[in-house]
């Protein structure tokens, strides 16, 4: 019978093997014997429900789906049931869209299995993380919906109200110019030259609604920048985002879309994805970073650059936020090809020279009240701000690593008035920039 080998010993050869600059190879026994559970977390979502299991070692795993009623069966191998594990039943949430309970046991000697009671179909993910940042080894499971959900169709429901009201009003438009050249038209005599009609100026307005793709920055097993008090970035702009949302919605000619509503992760490239499903005119990425020195301060807003980084603050924020899918962890192997060549660079000379107009609407509102840490809107290679047909910007609300505005950061009013600037300087662009017209509700 073989016996299981000494943890320490192993970690000791694993050690070696890197130093001397080759891979050791361990069987599925060694790797997994005596591996502890760190940590158990859930991320439930209208998009998915995100299972983590955190580990010292990589955990040996197979899944299986049935059906009638509907389940997933997860065997973890090499390990022994215990208390950690045993919370993941706990965690589960009434309110998950996919999941109804987790029964967790010890199915054989050396293997524990999970069975995941489902409240409908789903196409599960499952794949392992390789430790970063404050993170060891995870085994995370992503269940989908057989059936996703349309994001389209969803915002065009939610909106519908508003649709009508535009369309009525367009109806009143044109009426009010057909009359006004009816009217314009001079009854001469037949031989007489009727001179050139023109209709009477009519007051513009917007012919459709106008889609505002709110990004906030983070979430789930991603939590962003953390500042000295603890606070968390993907917590701060998600609030904020929600706020500007609402504001949004208050507009008879505006509609909001959130690329996440809760604290669940969306990688950089279905976040791009997401707004050009519902057609949105415009993509608002909300942050609060961190920098490597706590007194940086001030708002900032970047667009997307061809050219490389205008600053090097621009360029060391663009790579810290593009490093977020290997910390929310996304599954490489089966990533959509559409979404993975969103973040090459198909981006154009139009939508960028939009983005820098926008944002320096925005940023011009933000300081009205707010220090700026820059004064012209920056650029540098975001992942997020990659979508070729949608003017991107990305704004830096403040610095959470600074503790003076850590505390601003968390105040509701702060928030509130970042959100009123960023709306205003959108409806400034807009203003002066109408979006092109299009079918209502396509």
């Known amino acids: 019978m073989q016996s299981a080998p000494n943890p320490l010993r192993r970690r000791h050869l694993q050690t070696l093997a890197k130093t001397l600059g080759f ?11 005596g591996a502890q559970i760190l940590g158990v977390r859930i991320w439930p979502s209208e998009d998915y429900t995100r299972v983590t299991l955190e580990s010292d070692t990589p955990l040996p795993i197979s899944q299986q789906v049935l059906t009638n009623p509907d389940r997933l069966v997860v065997d973890v191998k090499g390990m022994e049931l215990n208390s950690t594990l045993k919370e993941l039943v706990a965690k589960v949430k009434p309110n998950d869209p996919y999941v109804s309970q987790i029964r967790v046991g010890q199915f054989q000697p050396g293997t524990v299995r999970l069975v995941f009671d489902l409240k409908e179909p789903i196409k ?36 519908a109200r508003k649709e009508k009201a535009l369309a ?132 900032s807003v970047f667009a997307l650059s061809q050219l490389g980084a205008t600053s090097t603050t621009a360029r060391w924020m663009a790579n810290k936020e593009n490093a977020s899918d290997l910390i929310g962890g996304i599954n ?45 809107v920056e650029q540098a290679s975001f992942a997020v701000l990659k979508a070729p047909d949608i003017p991107s910007i990305l704004v830096e609300t403040a610095f959470i690593s600074n503790p003076q505005e850590e505390a601003r950061l968390n105040d509701e009013k702060y928030q509130d008035r970042i959100a009123d600037a960023i709306l205003r300087g959108i409806k400034d662009y807009f203003s002066k920039n109408p979006p092109v017209a299009r079918r209502i509700n396509s």
């Open 332 to 376: 490489i192997k089966t990533q959509d090809k559409q979404v993975a060549n969103l973040l090459l660079d198909m981006s154009t000379t139009a939508q960028i020279n939009d983005s820098l107009q926008v944002g320096s609407s925005i940023l011009k509102q933000i300081g009205g009240f707010a220090p700026l840490h820059k004064s012209k």
């Open 124 to 159: 599960p993910q499952l794949f392992t993380l390789d430790p970063i940042a404050g993170y060891q080894y995870r085994m995370v499971l992503d269940l989908y919906p057989a059936t996703p959900p349309d994001p389209l169709m969803e915002l065009v429901k939610s909106s």
């Open 23 to 33: 891979a050791l190879v361990l069987t599925e026994f060694e790797i997994a014997w």
């Open 168 to 299: 009525k009003s367009n109806e009143e438009i044109d009426l009010i110019a057909q009359f006004a050249t009816k009217k314009d038209i001079p009854t001469a005599p037949v031989a007489q030259a009727i001179p050139e009609s023109k209709p009477a100026p009519v007051a513009s307005k917007y012919k459709r609604l106008i889609t505002i793709a709110i990004d906030a920055g983070h979430g789930g097993e991603d939590p962003g920048a953390i500042g000295a008090m603890g606070s968390k970035e993907k917590n701060v702009v998600l609030s904020i985002a929600k706020r500007l949302g609402d504001k949004i919605e208050n507009e008879a000619y505006m509609r909001p879309f959130l690329t996440r509503d809760g604290d669940y992760f969306v990688p950089l490239g279905m976040r791009v994805q997401k707004a050009r499903a519902v057609q949105a005119d415009l993509f608002v990425s909300i942050h609060a970073d961190a920098f490597i020195e706590s007194n940086a301060k001030g708002a």
